[in-house]
């Protein structure tokens, strides 16, 4: 099972669809770019109830039914916490990173600038998250949630997301020269 300290993709693959049934069954499906939705929706419903009721996607989210703020944004905090504690963890395991931080790929096609680096990132998880609410739930909600209740609008979510970025990949890193 182990292997120089990591553990198999096949048995965290396993733990992690018996830890997302357990968590579906205690709570309901997971997502995370939904609560960004439930607390806008939540806070125009306090705010001007009236246009929140009155418009068809704010209508949906923000009651009372809903997970509740507190707990939506747990799960995004515990992301951030997560993802943390794991570089730390296994920072000896990661890709090989220029002098200042990025990786070498990156800096060898488009250099060292911090601020392009950040508007790509930003770009790209903007149009994620747009296609992942286009098809009707968010990003998480989709891969991990959908897929595993075995939703249609997830697996096109997913074919057309790993597609995507198989083809932007070949595109941004091909031979230039």
Not at 23 to 51: C, I, M, N, R, Y
Not at 75 to 102: E, H, T, Y
Not at 123 to 139: E, I, P, Q, S
Request: aromatic share 12%; net charge positive; with cysteine.
């Amino acid at each position: 099972v182990m292997q120089d300290s990591i553990i198999s993709w096949k048995v965290a693959g396993i733990a992690l669809g018996l830890l997302l049934t357990l968590a579906t069954w205690l709570v309901k499906p997971l997502g995370v770019s939904t609560q960004f939705v439930v607390t806008d929706a939540a806070v125009v419903h306090s705010v001007a109830p009236e246009f929140a009721e009155d418009n068809k996607y704010l209508a949906k989210y923000g009651e009372k039914t809903d997970w509740g703020i507190g707990y939506g944004w747990m799960l995004v905090l515990g992301m951030f916490v997560g993802g943390g504690i794991c570089a730390r963890v296994f920072s000896n395991k990661q890709p090989k990173v220029d002098k200042g931080s990025m990786p070498i790929m990156w800096v060898q096609n488009f250099g060292s600038s911090h601020a392009k680096r950040f508007a790509a990132a930003f770009l790209g998880g903007v149009l994620l998250l747009f296609g992942a609410r286009l098809a009707g739930g968010c990003t998480s909600g989709h891969m991990i949630s959908g897929m595993s209740q075995l939703a249609v609008s997830s697996f096109i979510f997913g074919i057309c997301t790993f597609g995507a970025a198989i083809i932007m990949a070949k595109i941004l890193y091909r031979k230039r020269g």
